[in-house]
T-cell receptor, first 113, second 112 residues
Framework: EAGVTQFPSHSVIEKGQTVTLRCDPI?????LYWYRRVMGKEIKFLLH????????ESGMPNNRFLAERTGGTYSTLKVQPAELEDSGVYFCASSGGRSYEQYFGPGTRLTVT | SQQGEEDPQALSIQEGENATMNCSYKTSINNLQWYRQNSGRGLVHLIL?????REKHSGRLRVTLDTSKKSSSLLITASRAADTASYFCATELTGGGNKLTFGTGTQLKVEL
């Protein structure tokens, strides 16, 4: 069974540009989560999808961040326009069935210069 | 302070020794999960313990949970160099949905 995959693994962009991160959850997992770790700080929750619906987006920092999960499969996280403080590692996780365990992808390292 | 705080922040041991990491949290939880992160890699799920459980084992891992003290410990027995990584506890808060709240992590180094 393939795990959670994320693309790209690393992205370097300039302040003011737009970046779109993609996450493919484990097949059949209805729950999809985005987290991020900003340098030197703990991993923080951004939002949670159940299928295509946003269940909880309380962790989204501001309206420069837009997450979508059309069709309830893969998800994208767009940052527009990117700011320096957006630099960090963005993780995606999925869970499914009766299991509460969240399985994480390898993360996308975003560097905003 | 954070919902999840690991102790110690860093731990260095010799191969074959046991490593114990602790996690404290502040509010009521549904479950607590431990993750490992190797340098530059993703998070690997190690073990989940529910709030009504007190101890769980998985291979060389032993996790305890004391809800009265709001703390958990992760014990790795007979450590190996490959266990070198950062270890995080993450809590699913009661009434907080399924989102996880992570601690700051313990950096474990196992030397040959």
């Amino acid at each position: 069974e393939a795990g959670v995959t994320q693309f790209p693994s690393h992205s370097v962009i300039e302040k003011g540009q737009t970046v779109t991160l993609r996450c493919d959850p484990i097949s059949g997992h209805d729950n999809l989560y985005w987290y991020r770790r900003v340098m030197g700080k703990e991993i923080k929750f951004l939002l949670h999808f159940v299928k295509e619906s946003k269940q909880d987006e309380s962790g989204m920092p501001n309206n420069r961040f837009l997450a979508e999960r059309t069709g309830g499969t893969y998800s994208t996280l767009k940052v527009q326009p990117a700011e320096l403080e957006d630099s960090g590692v963005y993780f995606c996780a999925s869970s499914g069935g009766r299991s509460y365990e969240q399985y994480f992808g390898p993360g996308t390292r975003l560097t905003v210069t | 302070s954070q919902q999840g705080e690991e102790d110690p922040q860093a731990l260095s041991i010799q191969e074959g020794e046991n490593a114990t990491m602790n996690c404290s949290y502040k509010t009521s939880i549904n479950n607590l999960q431990w993750y490992r992160q190797n340098s530059g890699r993703g998070l690997v799920h190690l073990i989940l313990i529910r709030s009504n459980e007190r101890e769980k084992h998985s291979g060389r891992l032993r996790v305890t949970l004391d809800t009265s003290k709001k703390s958990s410990s992760l014990l790795i027995t007979a450590s190996r160099a490959a266990d070198t990584a950062s270890y995080f506890c993450a809590t699913e808060l009661t009434g907080g949905g399924n989102k996880l709240t992570f601690g700051t992590g313990t950096q474990l180094k196992v030397e040959l």
